[in-house]
């Protein structure tokens, strides 16, 4: 059971963005080691907590600048172990997660805590780069379709470029990558091929492509 107290430590910013970051971390970390079913199959349900644990260490270090201790006392770990997941090395991590097909049941059950620190400190650099988990993206994708939705904009180039890129994986990497699922749009007088060519690579989220199209577009003018 995971216990985090977070009256026990000064937390002198908005808890809600605390949270939303280390839980944005946390997904990512799932993300970087295959999804909730891959754990499933690995029986190693269990690293949840150490991964929960982990990524508020993290973030509480990386964005707030707390000490140690300070982190120990929120998160209920010993200072030992804040010290293990804040001096993780992420290319450790990293070997982990691609010997662990390979692993046998007992080295998938095992997680020490400085791994988990590890894949937090790796997840934390991609979410800062906007590159959030598959489960995160979706479902911010969903939910500005449905914001535009609910305000009447069935029409606009936004609704249609969210509604035709569902699915999409990011970040995009080239052109051909959004070329063939923006074929059939035709944005302000220009075919979704062209406006995929005219955009700079990588695109690392659906904000970003929306950005990007209409800086595109503005230009194009």
Same mark, same amino acid.
């Given at each position: 059971?995971?216990?985090?107290?977070?009256?026990?430590?000064?937390?002198?910013?908005?808890?809600?963005?605390?949270?939303?970051?280390? %839980?944005?971390?946390?997904?990512?970390?799932?993300?970087?080691?295959?999804?909730?079913? @891959?754990?499933? %199959?690995?029986?190693?349900?269990?690293?949840?907590?150490?991964?929960?644990?982990?990524?508020?260490?993290?973030?509480?270090?990386?964005?707030?600048?707390?000490?140690?201790?300070?982190?120990?006392?929120?998160?209920?770990?010993?200072?030992?172990?804040?010290?293990?997941?804040?001096?993780?090395?992420?290319?450790?991590?990293?070997?982990?997660? @691609?010997?662990?097909?390979?692993?046998?049941?007992?080295?998938?059950?095992?997680?020490?805590?400085?791994?988990?620190?590890?894949?937090?400190?790796?997840?934390?650099?991609?979410?800062?780069?906007?590159?959030?988990?598959?489960?995160?993206?979706?479902?911010?994708?969903?939910?500005?379709?449905?914001?535009?939705?609910?305000?009447?904009?069935?029409?606009?180039?936004?609704?249609?470029?969210?509604?035709?890129?569902?699915?999409?994986?990011?970040?995009?990497?080239?052109?051909?990558?959004? %070329?063939?699922?923006?074929?059939?749009?035709?944005?302000?007088?220009?075919?979704?091929?062209?406006?995929?060519?005219?955009?700079?690579?990588?695109?690392?989220?659906?904000?970003?492509?929306?950005?990007?199209?209409?800086?595109?577009?503005?230009?194009?003018?």
């Amino acid at each position: 059971m995971i216990t985090i107290d977070p009256d026990k430590i000064p937390v002198t910013t908005d808890d809600e963005a605390l949270d939303r970051m280390a %839980e944005r971390v946390f997904y990512k970390s799932i993300d970087l080691l295959g999804g909730l079913r @891959q754990l499933i %199959e690995y029986r190693a349900l269990t690293w949840l907590s150490s991964l929960a644990r982990a990524s508020f260490a993290i973030v509480l270090k990386e964005e707030y600048m707390k000490s140690e201790e300070e982190i120990a006392r929120f998160t209920g770990l010993t200072s030992a172990a804040v010290k293990a997941i804040l001096r993780a090395d992420s290319e450790a991590a990293i070997k982990k997660i @691609q010997q662990m097909e390979s692993a046998d049941e007992n080295e998938k059950k095992s997680f020490r805590v400085h791994t988990a620190g590890g894949i937090a400190k790796l997840a934390y650099s991609f979410v800062k780069e906007g590159e959030d988990a598959a489960t995160v993206t979706a479902y911010g994708h969903e939910m500005a379709q449905q914001v535009m939705l609910a305000a009447g904009c069935t029409q606009p180039w936004p609704y249609q470029v969210l509604k035709h890129t569902h699915g999409l994986h990011y970040p995009i990497t080239s052109s051909k990558d959004l %070329e063939k699922t923006l074929a059939p749009l035709r944005l302000e007088e220009i075919d979704g091929k062209d406006i995929a060519r005219m955009l700079s690579y990588p695109i690392k989220s659906p904000a970003q492509l929306l950005h990007k199209i209409k800086k595109a577009l503005s230009e194009a003018k």
